[in-house]
């Protein structure tokens, strides 16, 4: 029964992970228009995605150094190194809080004897 539970669980994430890798993110007529504001705007989101992450205590533990590696791309020039790491931390940003939602809602999975 509790194996049943944990790939059940297991299948939720992978699922919730792959619809997430699947959707746009509907920037494309900014990124266009603008790219350094459309890059500014991401950082900008990928930042906000990860303080929410933090405040529920799911932030990943690479989150951070990704964001960083971003940074230091923009500042180098190389908008398009910047524009996926900032897009990997923004995504990575919300899966976490989808387990944290998850997990808040689910915790009772985790209680032996259950």
Do not use: R
């Amino acid at each position: 029964m509790a194996n049943y539970k944990s790939n059940k669980l297991i299948a939720l994430l992978f699922t919730a992970l792959f619809i997430t890798a699947c959707s746009e993110s509907g920037n494309d007529a900014a990124v266009s228009a603008d790219p350094e504001a459309a890059l500014k705007q991401l950082m900008h989101e990928a930042k906000e995605a990860q303080a929410h992450a933090h405040q529920l205590g799911f932030e990943w533990s690479n989150t951070q150094s990704i964001l960083d590696e971003g940074q230091a791309a923009q500042k180098a020039g190389d908008h398009a190194k910047a524009h996926a790491l900032y897009q990997e931390a923004k995504h990575q940003s919300v899966l976490a809080v989808e387990q944290a939602n998850y997990a808040n809602e689910h915790w009772q999975l985790l209680v032996p004897g259950k």
